[in-house]
DNA sequence: GTGGCGTCC
DNA sequence: CAGAGGGACGCCACT
């Protein structure tokens, strides 16, 4: 009882300081006040208000509000960035106590977990990772379990550690079975916060052997990445970055390349200081990284933390692959591909390999004389698809070239990878998302990389034939239209713009209507094709030389283009203009919900990096704000299906889209969930549409 | 390991 | 003058 009690109160003050920070920050820049912290509006009693200054002790408030007040403001010199400085002259690190030296307590007898389950229980967080034998959880068997409750100290339980060769004996350990009853209520209990590095990854490795982890609090990888997105978020180079800690390789104990033994065959006395410190760090990272965060932190809290434990149950789910259509893809590509060749080394008198761009230049613009070659950066013909194009009409091999290219990357990225990938225990695939990769904070997917399953050519899209639904399921496929155009008159608040949004017009004839300066009705096909380029164009940034290329118009007509679109939208342009002077003043742009994008070249004088400084100001708000608004959506349709009761659950995000996985008797129902809940995430000036489908597969999905 | 290319949004 | 479309990942050839 009295455990339950405090767990509440310290829930509540969690909360609480979070609050107060954000409103102490405010009192402190109008009136440059010390402390104490201004608690108006806060309705806490008085033994909250002691416990909460204690919490702020512990935080270390006093120096982040001090650093805080310390950095010039923005306003007042004009250029250099209060962020540029936090990122690149933060001496933390050095500021703080030299860390003793850690101790590490190897929990291999009865007494010794005892002592560990007392610590944990009494913390109020803890830091916990598992080693393992693998970095796919399906196939992973856990070997081990790290924790820390404090800086300076952690603990290794290994559990299935194995002799290495015929003369080293099995090492003492005690029973996965015995460790996991023990630490489960712990580890199970919401009142006790659990930190971790890549926490996604050992929730699914926890779920394996049966426990449920509960109170994730916090996540060091998560936190780095909200510091500074972009950046490496391992944890070696989170403890060079943060901590000025160098840690112990994972090489140095496994080795490397084909000599690299999984970690059940490291002798326990080597795990002991490599696991140890990997929870150890993590704690001090979080510790870190809250406070220097402390004005993020929601946005850790309330979206990239909970979404890494959707993004772990879709992993952990994985999705059906029905692996004899794929085989009958490749034997088809296969056999065009054959036949092509032949016919490709027929005309050009010569085998050669058609897969080498620099054999094929060299045969193209050397032996056959053709003209309009190029040169690629590295000095090679660039032999890429426009240019190809181009060379069709002359010539029978550049055309038979641009088949067998296509082709052949759809048999060897998909009909014939995909298979190998089928996680053997459970028969479907399992990507691995990665949530902190990407500068604009879009999730990014590998192993195998489902956001990249071909759609647009007729072939590639037969392969989406292969992804289907469990048996008695349907898959339902919801995008969101024109998310990023969406955001685009919702910022520039552009009057056209949304009056186009808002009488659900077809936006890319819209803007035909009034590039041409012609009534909707008159908007002919290639007036739409434009169009549409020319939107997306916007989006990127693009110039009139990549536009009049891209329409095979000239660059002065689409000079003129460019001209129009903006004259007729002409709030575009002011959005675009104040991004960047916002981005030129701070250094960094915003997305709707929070996510920074550092632009440090935008004052750039190398004019091309620059150019470049200036692409990513415009495009990153924008793609990145659709990627907040998928996130949310992502979390509350993730809790909206798990208490529908229905077991429909979410397999795949490809970043305006989600597709789900649903028992054929419920489809009705979470179609208009799935469209409620994505087109309610967020209110912008336009509405938020989301088109949802569904079929036996991707492909009868996606038939809108 | 790097560069070229191609798939997606 | 050169380069002129944002963000990813994977395959292949080549060094």
């Known amino acids: 009882m009295p455990q339950t009690s405090n767990k509440m109160r310290r829930e509540n003050l969690i909360q609480f300081a979070d609050q107060a920070r954000l409103s102490y920050k405010l009192v402190a820049l109008e009136e440059h006040t010390p402390l104490p912290v201004s608690l108006e509006g806060l309705t806490i009693g008085e033994p909250n208000r002691e416990k909460l200054c204690e919490l702020f002790e512990l935080l270390e408030f006093r120096r982040l509000t001090a650093e805080f007040l310390d950095t010039p403001s923005t306003a007042a010199n004009g250029q250099l960035t209060t962020s540029q400085t936090d990122i690149h002259e933060s001496t933390d690190s050095t500021e703080q106590p030299p860390i003793p030296p850690r101790q590490d307590i190897l929990v291999d007898n009865a007494e010794s977990l005892k002592l560990l389950v007392k610590a944990l229980t009494e913390s109020s967080a803890f830091a916990v990772d598992t080693e393992t034998t693998s970095l796919h959880p399906h196939q992973a068997k856990l070997v081990g379990l790290s924790f820390a409750v404090k800086a300076g100290e952690g603990w290794y339980i290994p559990v299935s550690h194995r002799a290495r060769d015929l003369l080293s004996e099995t090492p003492r350990q005690l029973s996965l079975d015995e460790v996991l009853n023990a630490l489960k209520p712990a580890l199970e209990d919401p009142g006790i916060g659990k930190y971790g590095q890549n926490i996604k990854y050992d929730l699914q490795i926890l779920r394996s052997v049966g426990i449920h982890l509960k109170g994730i609090e916090a996540d060091s990888m998560l936190l780095a990445y909200i510091d500074e997105p972009g950046q490496p978020v391992n944890m070696d180079a989170l403890a060079e970055k943060y901590l000025n800690h160098h840690c112990i390789t994972y090489e140095s104990v496994a080795g490397k390349g084909a000599k690299q033994i999984t970690f059940d065959l490291v002798p326990v006395d080597q795990a002991l200081p490599y696991a140890a410190e990997d929870a150890e760090i993590t704690f001090r990272l979080v510790q870190h990284l809250q406070m220097k965060l402390a004005n993020q932190i929601r946005r850790h809290n ?403």
């Open 302 to 704: 309330n979206i990239e933390l909970p979404l890494a434990c959707v993004l772990a149950d879709m992993e952990w789910a994985g999705t059906q692959i029905h692996v004899s259509w794929l085989q009958g893809l490749s034997s088809v590509f296969g056999k065009k591909i054959e036949s092509l060749e032949k016919h490709i080394h027929q005309l050009a008198g010569e085998a050669f390999n058609i897969n080498s761009p620099k054999q094929l230049g060299v045969l193209l613009f050397e032996t056959l004389g053709l003209e309009g070659g190029k040169r690629t950066k590295s000095g090679q013909w660039a032999t890429a698809q426009d240019i190809l194009e181009k060379l069709a009409d002359e010539h029978e091999i550049p055309r038979l070239i641009l088949q067998v290219r296509s082709l052949s990357k759809l048999k060897s990225t998909y009909t014939d990878s995909l298979p190998r990938l089928i996680n053997s225990h459970t028969g479907r695939v399992h990507t691995s998302y990665n949530q902190a990769v990407t500068t604009t904070g879009r999730l990014s997917s590998s192993d195998p990389n489902l956001q990249n399953i071909p759609i647009r050519s007729e072939e590639g899209r037969e392969i989406r034939k292969a992804f289907i639904a469990a048996p008695e399921h349907t898959l339902i496929a919801a995008d969101y239209s024109q998310i990023e155009l969406r955001l685009m008159a919702h910022f520039s608040q552009d009057k056209d713009l949304i009056q186009a949004f808002a009488n659900g017009a077809d936006i890319h004839a819209a803007a035909a209507a009034a590039v041409n300066q012609v009534p909707l009705e008159q908007v002919t096909g290639s007036m739409r094709r434009h169009a549409k380029i020319i939107n997306f164009g916007i989006l990127y940034g693009m110039s009139a030389f990549g536009l009049s290329k891209q329409l095979g118009i000239s660059r002065s007509e689409a000079k003129v283009f460019i001209e129009t679109y903006f004259a007729r939208y002409p709030a575009v342009r002011q959005f675009m203009d104040k991004t960047l002077d916002l981005a030129r003043e701070q250094g960094y742009v915003e997305t709707l919900l929070g996510h920074r994008v550092y632009v440090h070249d935008i004052n750039s004088s190398n004019g091309m990096s620059k150019a470049y400084a200036e692409r990513t100001a415009i495009n990153a708000p924008l793609q990145g704000s659709a990627a907040d608004i998928i996130k949310v959506a992502m979390i509350n349709l993730h809790q909206k299906l798990q208490s529908s009761g229905s077991g429909a659950r979410m397999l795949l995000q490809v970043h305006d889209e989600l597709i789900v996985e649903c028992p054929n008797q419920y489809v009705d129902e979470i179609i208009t969930c799935i469209k409620e809940t994505m087109e309610s995430v967020i209110s912008l000036r336009v509405p938020l549409i989301a088109d949802v489908d569904c079929g036996i597969n991707w492909f009868e999905a996606h038939k809108l």
